[in-house]
Structure formats: structure tokens, C-alpha cells
């Protein structure tokens, strides 16, 4: 048969079943049906709804959401999230750049505290942290002269006087000038500082590669030598003096030799690259102090350091002495104008607020929280994120009131029979769950890139 005779036979075969669909009954006859014709052409239009590819986008927005709302419930709920202004999770964004970028150009984070943080104790578990996620290594800021054991140890050979803003009002120098850690000895002679290993800290945090003399209030012509080289400032050139000395990579001593008359604010060890973070403890101190300082020499120090991040510390020296509403009040004015003060010398900079842990104290006859302490907390929260800062809250972190009974009876004990400090397994555990809670708002804001979130 000729192709176009099957072509037309199959084209009327068609056509006669068009007819029927058309005009049979829809009841049938004698049990027979036959489709309409509007149900065999809807059938043929091909399906509508969601493409392939777009049933994968789906999947994977609804991916993303499950995601976020994990991270939002730990910051909406969990006791060791961070409280930030307006509750904005993008808080810390230009900090997360910063630190991801440490490597090329070095970020230094400053830790003030009272007594809590001394030996190194939290910022010492911070700083390795953040080293390992970062980059750098170093302890930072050693002392001009030492008062508490540090990571490193030092020490100088002439007996020079110490003065600091702070605690004992018979240290005070008279002056504003106490350099960027309230702290300084007075140079009016020749002397050695060693900065040396102390058996059993962690070497990754006791090494390094780079020695900054810092000096200020130069009345003579301050010169410093180590290794064969050396650094002079002159008086009038600044109000802070930078003295810089690069060593072999992982040094673990260094001697600096120093004449003339100034003050001397201390020495940091650092990296050349990196994280490097300062720990910086004031015993007896509530934290209102910065206002009494220079503001040039803090000013001058956070920008030339690149000081990117500031944690105050402090409120546990107060607990005792906060027994009305009014006290509390002044109390918390006093905080706002330190927070207000370090912003208007270093607008960059983020500022956490650490607030003070449970504490214990007797009364008729049964320990218990400090009776003012968690209205304090929850005052200092609004106080602090009110000025733009971020709040972190040791004492809801600790499980809350009477919280440092536990602590103490736990085994290893984590806190001391003051029932106030921890111990250095507690202060490890506090530094831990701090840097766990930054560094899942640090995660956040990665997967908030990698997503245009």
C-alpha cells in the first residue's frame, strides 16, 4: 500500500472516533461508553505544576529554613547566647571579617576584668580559641611588671615602681596618663626586662614572634635594645610609643634593656599575623575607671593596634555593696558612660559586656545568691545593649540562682570555697562556652554568605 493511502486511513479512523466521542451517549448503549472529547484533549495538555527544578528549589529553601531556625532558637532561647542590640544577629558581622582576615592584617582583642580573669584564667582559654580558629599565637600584653602569675614569665632588674588606676587609692600616679591597661612603671634608671617559659603552660600560647615596647609620658630620650638592635622615642612624638622588635618564629625569651625617663605600660608578645588578646585584670575594680584615663593614649593604642574587640568584665566587686535600688542605679549610669566613652574613642570596635557569676553569701544562716544579683543581671543586660554593646551572661550560663553551690561541690570543683572565683577547670569551662556561643554566631553569619541570607 502506498505511504500517503496509510496516512489517510489513519487520519479517517481518527476522525470516526472524534465523531463518536462527539455523539455518544454518556449513559452508553447496551454497556458501552466512549470518552467525551473534551476529556481526551485535556488529557492530552501536558500536566501543570513545578518543574524539576523547581521542586529542587524548594527542597532546598525549606533546608535553609530548618537551619535557620536552629540557629534562631539558640539565640531566641539558649541561656549562653549572646543579648545584642535590638537583638540583631548581624551585630558581630564586621568583627567575623576582621578575625577572617587576621592572618594579612593582625587583630587584637582586649580583655578588662577584676579578679576573676587574673593568671589568665578565661582569656587565656579565649585566646587559644580563637588562635586555632584564626590564626597567631602569643600571650600579648605581659606587665612592666608583673603582679599576678601570668602565661609568661618576666621579671626586671632594677626595683621600679608600679602605679595603677585602680583598687588601693594609694597606687594612684596623679595623672590621666595610665596607658591602654591602667598600669605603668616609671623608668628613671637602666633596666632589663626577661620575659621567659613558665613550666606547664600551653607553649602554642607562650611562643612567639614579635616584642612591642609600650611607653608613654617620654620626659627624656627612652631607648630600647634587644638582640642587637635598637628602638628610640622622643619626647612630644605621640601620646603612646610603640617599640617594635621582630625575633625568629616560636621564641619562647627575649630580653629588652631600657634607659631614660618615662613610663612604661607593659610588653606584648604577639604573632606577626593573626589573633592577639590581652589579658588585662584589675583586682578590686567595678570597671568605672576608663573615664578617668587619657583618652589620646586609648585612642591612639586601639587604632594602632587594630583593636577590634573589647570585653569588660566586671559587676562581681559590687555584688556586695549594692543594697538598694539607688545604688544600682548609680551603678549601672557608671557602666553606660565607660561603654559610651571606649565607643567615642574607637567607634569599630565591638564591646561585650561580661556580666558577674552566681555568688554566694550567708544569710540567716543558709547560703544563697546574693539577694540584689540576678535584678543586677537583668539590669545590666538592658544597660549594656541599650549603648550598643552586646551582653554575656556568666551567671545564667552557671544555671542561674544559687547556681555556685554546685559549682563548688562539683568534682573537679569548679569554683573555690570563696564561693566567688573559679577555679582554673571552671574559668576553662566559662572560656569554653563563651567561645561556643561566639563561634555559632560566627557559623551563622558564614552560612548567612554562602546563602545571600
Not at 584564626?134 to 614569665?153: I, W
Not at 626586671?156 to 597606687?171: I, K, V, W
Amino acid at each position: 500500500m502506498k505511504r500517503y493511502r496509510i496516512v489517510l486511513f489513519l487520519f479517517s479512523v481518527i476522525a470516526v472516533l472524534a465523531v463518536l466521542c462527539a455523539v455518544f451517549p454518556e449513559d452508553g448503549v447496551l454497556g458501552l461508553h466512549f470518552p467525551r472529547l473534551g476529556e481526551i484533549l485535556s488529557a492530552a495538555e501536558p500536566a501543570k505544576g513545578p518543574s524539576p527544578e523547581e521542586l529542587i528549589e524548594q527542597r532546598r529553601q525549606a533546608v535553609l529554613a530548618a537551619e535557620r531556625d536552629q540557629y534562631q532558637a539558640f539565640f531566641r532561647e539558649d541561656p549562653a547566647r549572646f543579648y545584642l542590640p535590638d537583638d540583631d544577629v548581624r551585630f558581630f558581622d564586621s568583627l567575623f571579617a576582621a578575625f577572617e582576615k587576621a592572618e594579612q592584617i593582625p587583630v587584637r582583642v582586649i580583655h578588662y576584668g577584676d579578679s576573676q580573669i587574673e593568671e589568665d584564667r578565661i582569656t587565656g582559654t579565649i585566646r587559644e580559641r580563637l588562635q586555632e580558629r584564626f590564626g597567631g599565637n602569643g600571650p600579648g600584653m605581659m606587665p612592666a611588671r608583673q603582679h599576678a602569675t601570668p602565661r609568661v614569665g618576666g621579671g626586671s632588674t632594677a626595683g621600679l615602681r608600679r602605679y595603677f588606676n585602680y583598687g588601693d587609692a594609694s597606687h594612684r600616679a596623679g595623672i590621666r596618663q595610665y596607658g591602654p591597661y591602667a598600669d605603668f612603671v616609671r623608668l628613671d634608671t637602666v633596666s632589663t626586662f626577661s620575659y621567659y617559659p613558665v613550666r606547664g603552660k600551653d607553649k602554642g600560647q607562650s611562643t612567639f614572634e614579635r616584642v612591642t615596647f609600650v611607653a608613654g609620658n617620654v620626659r627624656s630620650t627612652l631607648t630600647v635594645s634587644s638582640r642587637g638592635e635598637k628602638r628610640t622615642a622622643e619626647p612630644g612624638e605621640g601620646p603612646i610609643a610603640l617599640l617594635r622588635f621582630e625575633l625568629p618564629d616560636s621564641s619562647t625569651r627575649v630580653s629588652l634593656t631600657a634607659s631614660g625617663y618615662a613610663d612604661l605600660y607593659g610588653v606584648l608578645l604577639d604573632s606577626k599575623g593573626g589573633v592577639r588578646m590581652d589579658n588585662v585584670p584589675m583586682r578590686g575594680s567595678s570597671g568605672a575607671i576608663f573615664t578617668t584615663m587619657d583618652p589620646e593614649q586609648l585612642r591612639s593604642f586601639y587604632r594602632e593596634e587594630n583593636v577590634r574587640l573589647i570585653l569588660l568584665q566586671y559587676g562581681g566587686n559590687s555584688v556586695p555593696y549594692l543594697k538598694t535600688d539607688k545604688a544600682i542605679s548609680t551603678y549601672l549610669e557608671s557602666i553606660r558612660k565607660q561603654i559610651r566613652f571606649l565607643q567615642g574613642l574607637a567607634p569599630g570596635v565591638k564591646i561585650i559586656f561580661v556580666g558577674p557569676s552566681d555568688m554566694s553569701t550567708v544569710v540567716g544562716g543558709k547560703r544563697q545568691t546574693y539577694p540584689k544579683l540576678p535584678g543586677l543581671v537583668d539590669s545590666l543586660k538592658v544597660s549594656a545593649t541599650s549603648c550598643g554593646a552586646a551582653y554575656w551572661d556568666i551567671y545564667g550560663v552557671m544555671g542561674g540562682q544559687n547556681s555556685m553551690m554546685q559549682w563548688v561541690s562539683a568534682r573537679p570543683a569548679l569554683a573555690g570555697s570563696d564561693y566567688v572565683h573559679f577555679t582554673l577547670a571552671g574559668s576553662k569551662k566559662v572560656g569554653d562556652m563563651f567561645c561556643d556561643a561566639l563561634f555559632l554566631y560566627y557559623d551563622y553569619y558564614r552560612w548567612r554568605k554562602q546563602n545571600g541570607r
